[in-house]
Nanobody, 121 residues
Framework: QVRLQESGPGLVKPSQTLSLTCTVSGGSLSGIEYAWSWIRQPPGKGLEWMGVISFDGNTYYNSSLESRTSMSKETSKNQFSLQLSSVTAEDTAVYYC?????????????WGQGTQVTVSS
């Protein structure tokens, strides 16, 4: 069973950089079967996929956020991270880390509990 836990500041000031970390247990950040994502949900809106980092460190971002988004991972710590620069109030959301595990023709999705981030001065 893969477990994920988000951590980071709950309040970020406008124009600053939002930084979140996801700590993983029960899964390998270097495992080819896994893809590690960040997904957010602004208040009153649907889920928005932000980006993914693969087992070999390749990253792919939502085109609407790409210029402000960076993801990385520290395999030795079993953690992957998100940085979102130049934040505005529109970046206020619940942020989730997610693991997609696929083996053969079966895939499972695992979610962290989510962390609220508010952008406000």
């Amino acid at each position: 069973q893969v477990r994920l836990q988000e951590s980071g500041p709950g309040l970020v000031k406008p124009s600053q950089t939002l930084s979140l970390t996801c700590t993983v247990s029960g899964g390998s950040l270097s495992g080819i079967e896994y893809a590690w994502s960040w997904i957010r949900q602004p208040p009153g809106k649907g889920l928005e996929w932000m980006g993914v980092i693969s087992f070999d460190g390749n990253t792919y971002y939502n085109s609407s956020l790409e210029s402000r988004t960076s993801m990385s991972k520290e395999t030795s710590k079993n953690q992957f991270s998100l940085q979102l620069s130049s934040v505005t109030a529109e970046d206020t959301a619940v942020y989730y880390c997610n693991a997609l595990y696929c083996s053969g023709d079966k895939c499972n999705n695992y979610w962290g509990q989510g962390t609220q981030v508010t952008v406000s001065s």
